[in-house]
């Protein structure tokens, strides 16, 4: 049984590092039923979950990713699994559950600093700062998120973590268009998509930060911005074969450009294919958004 166990690891961690996300779960899965992961293979299995859409197994494996950090000693571990797990409660607006991760995270990162100086001053603290600088955004307070997301990102570059800063620096462009300050926000995200396309962010930061993009396109009534960051998302779905939570997204956001452009029967083929991709994974938003195009189609008509 052990000889299997590490057999399914070793084949868990190359689908992962490939990005063949359904193998890396299936894998890291059938280890897992046959002994208990440690922290970094726990992370990889809640990331290759995320990847494909399956939320409650990603947020169940963070979980155990930071009891099994906490077990080994690793704070940064421990606070990073922390990240993971506010961030996914902020986006689906649990603001009280994700707050008490963030607050655990901060804790576990200041307790373990008595006997460390590095945990002082870690890329971990950046993460976390990221986070409650997203609930700030949530609350709908655009200067403290920018200003936090800012902090982030300065926090994402002193250590050359290029997905935070990438991450941080998209979120401050969102904050400052909402706050009206569009041409300094518009450069930020057009600084992040040179980021995104040469292939600097790792794929679990890569596919939220292109839908919120685009998000802030629309939100800007940048029609013009918004295809060029959809082509690019379309891009980037297509070279992950087997990825599945963004390429429902993708065709959507082509409907929205195609509707306003007024090819209605081109959109409406775009929807069909949102809610065949939303379809293969489990309940998503995404489905409301694409019924919502149909609708709006049918208005128009």
Known sequence: ESSSLVAAVERGRDAFARGA?????????????????????????????????????????????HRAALDAGDARGAARATFWLSLGLLVRRNIAHATGW??????????????????????????????????????????????????????????????????????????????GDRARGATLLDETLIALESGEVAALFVGDIYCSAVDACREMYDLTRAAEWTAALDRWCESQSDQIVYRGMC??????????????????????????????QPAHFGVGLAWYEIGEIHRLR
């Open 102 to 179: 963030m607050a655990r995270g901060v804790r576990v990162l200041d307790e373990a600093a008595a006997d460390s100086e590095v945990l002082h001053d870690c890329v971990e603290r950046g993460y976390l700062r990221f986070t409650e600088a997203l609930r700030h955004a949530v609350e709908r307070d655009a200067v403290a998120a920018e200003r936090t997301f800012a902090d982030a990102a300065a926090i994402g570059a002193r250590f050359d973590d290029r997905n935070l800063v990438a991450l941080a620096r998209h979120a401050q462009g969102r904050a400052l268009i909402f706050s």
């Open 251 to 280: 065709a959507i956001h082509r409907a929205e450009i195609v509707r306003l452009r007024g090819e209605w029967n081109d959109a409406a083929a775009e929807l069909d294919r949102a809610r065949e991709w939303f379809a293969r």
């Open 21 to 65: 996300w359904r193998a890396a779960f299936t894998e890291l899965s059938a280890a897992d039923s046959l002994g208990p992961l440690d922290c970094d293979d726990l992370a990889l299995l809640a990331g290759a979950a995320h990847l494909l859409g399956e939320t409650s197994a990603s947020a169940a494996a963070w979980e155990r990713a």
